[in-house]
């Protein structure tokens, strides 16, 4: 994959919208969606290491689509990457169990916020 597709895949993975992308980034709008549109269209070294810093890869990756040395990922972003990448290898039941019990634990953690500290 391309720079386009890698930033269109980075860009749903996160559930960033281009203009939020925009705004975290400081490249304007208009120019990520150049970017998104364009068949050839790759930024400047300076809005690529932006646009990556905001969505929390490396410019290689963008780039390239080759994966990034774990210690040029911040650390907050390895965890949901992991869980996604597994998530993705089980078949469709699976995930749907996954899933479900994601919601479980969250739910029983938002019932448990609402209840007093117990003595």
């Known amino acids: 994959m391309g720079f386009k597709e890698n930033l269109?895949?980075?860009l749903a993975y996160s559930g960033m919208l281009v203009k939020e992308l925009s705004a975290r980034s400081g490249v304007k709008k208009r120019t990520i969606d150049n970017y998104l549109n364009?068949?050839?269209?790759?930024?400047?070294?300076?809005a690529?290491?932006?646009?990556?810093?905001?969505?929390?890869?490396?410019?290689?990756?963008?780039?390239?689509?080759?994966?990034?040395?774990?210690?040029?990922?911040?650390p907050q972003s390895l965890g949901p990457r992991a869980l996604l990448k597994?998530?993705?290898?089980?078949?469709?039941?699976?995930?749907?169990?996954v899933l479900n019990l994601?919601?479980?634990l969250k739910q029983m953690e938002e019932l448990e916020g609402n209840k007093a500290p117990l003595p």
């Open 8 to 10: 269109k895949f980075e």
């Open 38 to 46: 364009s068949h050839n269209c790759m930024p400047s070294a300076e």
């Open 48 to 74: 690529a290491v932006c646009i990556a810093a905001a969505l929390g890869v490396t410019v290689e990756y963008l780039i390239t689509g080759n994966k990034p040395q774990e210690h040029c990922v911040p």
């Open 86 to 97: 597994n998530l993705e290898s089980l078949n469709k039941r699976d995930q749907k169990i």
């Open 102 to 104: 994601i919601k479980f």
